[in-house]
């Protein structure tokens, strides 16, 4: 049994590699008493801001576990900041913990930092299949193990971290604009895992209350009509969904309200 969270499809790939029986965190936070049992039971989500996404950790925090072996992978683009040993603490103080918790590298998709064209370019270098295996082999062999950061990622973090102190948040609200493209298709109002955005007289409205800023809805909007408001990113004519997944699994995984994409 896997968990798993995603916006723009790597963590819902590695979460088919590892396991046939998946279950979508968005739509398990629907359910009031979630206690769930099995021989193991894992968790697979992206890395944002250096630490697992705000859902995820409500999940976890607010769900029972029953397994013999439990795991936590995390995707990430381009530093991990050693959230492995930071997840591990987190679930401590919870009083819980995890025999493993890896992380594995794939496709940068942060959009306020990276060109999506160019990262399509590197990807191949990452070698994602191979340390999916890795990783599964370490499952299939419940290996206890909580990865542990090298300086340089630690490092980082700490950087990031003092960056964010003296500079404030990495996301002011409203983020998005709509351009003129929209055609209202409703595709990000389906694909958001907080129900942040609804359809009024054919256009996107938001309401950023609950915004986990995963950028899944600007990731998928097909004409790129939606863009960010004060932001200027590297290349805002490139967007990015995992080749192996479909938009369609990512909308079943994640959409809260089957009437907010209706024109």
Known sequence: MVFYFTA???????????????????????????????????????????????????????????????????????HHGGVAQRTQAWLESLGKAADYINTIIMHDNA???????????????????????????????????????????????????????QSGPMYTFPLYRVA???????????????????????KPEYDYTHCLSCMACIQACPTKALQFATIREPNPNARYRNPHIALREIIAANQQDPDAGNR
């Open 180 to 202: 003129d493209g929209c055609v209202g298709c409703g595709t990000c109002a389906r694909v958001c895992p907080r129900g942040c955005v609804r359809l009024a007289d054919g």
């Open 8 to 78: 723009t499809g790597n963590s819902l790939y590695v979460a088919k590699q590892l396991d046939e029986e998946r279950l979508s965190i968005p739509r398990e936070m629907r359910k009031e008493n979630r206690r769930y049992k099995a021989g193991t039971i894992g968790i697979v989500c992206p890395l944002f801001e250096f630490e697992i996404p705000r859902l995820v950790k409500e999940f976890i925090r607010d769900s029972a576990f029953e397994a013999d072996y439990f795991y936590l992978v995390v995707t990430y683009g381009m």
């Open 111 to 165: 959009l306020i930092v990276f060109d999506m064209d160019q990262q399509r370019g590197v990807e191949a270098e990452k070698q994602v299949d191979a340390h999916i295996d890795a990783i599964k082999s370490d499952i299939a062999e419940k290996k206890t193990m909580i990865q542990q950061a090298p300086a340089e990622e630690t490092d980082f973090y700490r950087h990031f971290t003092e960056w964010i102190r």
